[in-house]
């Protein structure tokens, strides 16, 4: 904190998660995705200073990058010849203004109702998505397991705020070309209210990649191979008479 002719410079550090951000620096009214030092700025002009609110950012971050520690200098006059905001009454004043955006809470319940339906032997065309290889492919497989639960994600361990994530787990001896990202899609959208339960059974019944909808295919970046199991069995050589027989 630097004091200036009744106007303070302050130096804050802040934390993001940038998936629903254009990036950290400031977006242009016109622009329907905001960046962050949007919600900074705002957040500022909560405290109703006599100055224009400006931030100098240090660091720049892209569309969808996080940020554990990233920092920004900006001045404040208070009105009316008032003192300074101290630095800790300024971070709880920031953090205030700065509370979490609404967000839909998942229907964890339905997931796991709509999971149960996945589990066992069935056709999964639907949850395929078409390649080159389809035509050799059956669809038929034996999905194990689907389990969901409160994951511990790397963040927990640096974000100062108590963020939640939920892990899918899927268990087969093998999967289709995109069958676990189409799956926790449809999960997904079940837990957020976008497909119910029996929506889920219809489309597997469909046996039909054209019948998945458009657009709900869950992204790779949050898949994860976690291990490859064998039996005993799988482990016995072959010799040219066991795979005539």
């Known amino acids: 904190m630097i004091m200036r002719n009744g106007s303070v410079r302050y130096l804050i550090f802040f934390q993001y998660l940038g998936t629903k951000y254009s990036g950290v620096m400031k977006a242009p009214p016109h622009q329907a995705v905001k960046g962050v030092q949007n919600y900074l700025e705002d957040a500022v002009r909560c405290l109703r200073p006599v100055n224009e609110v400006s931030l100098s950012i240090s660091s720049r971050t892209d569309t969808g990058v996080h940020a554990l520690g990233n920092s920004a200098h900006f001045d404040l006059q208070r009105q009316n010849g008032k003192p300074p905001f101290a630095e800790e009454v300024l971070v ?90 189409r799956m926790t899609g449809a999960l997904v959208a079940v837990g957020q209210g976008q497909m119910s339960v029996s929506g889920v059974k219809e489309l597997l019944e469909a046996q039909d990649s054209q019948a998945y909808p458009h657009n709900l295919t869950s992204p790779p970046e949050g898949l994860f191979l976690t291990r490859v199991e064998y039996h005993r069995s799988d482990l016995q050589l072959y010799t040219q008479e066991d795979s005539q027989s």
């Open 92 to 181: 709880d004043a920031l953090n205030f203004h700065l509370r979490p955006e609404p967000i839909s809470d998942l229907d964890v319940g339905a997931m796991r109702n709509a999971a149960s339906l996945l589990v066992g032997t069935h056709n999964f065309s639907s949850f395929r998505a078409l390649n080159s290889e389809t035509p050799f492919k059956d669809p038929v497989k034996t999905l194990e397991k689907v389990g969901l639960e409160l994951g511990d994600a790397f963040v927990h361990k640096h974000f100062h705020r108590d963020i939640q994530f939920w892990e899918l787990t899927f268990k087969s001896r093998s999967f289709l070309y995109k069958q676990v990202r």
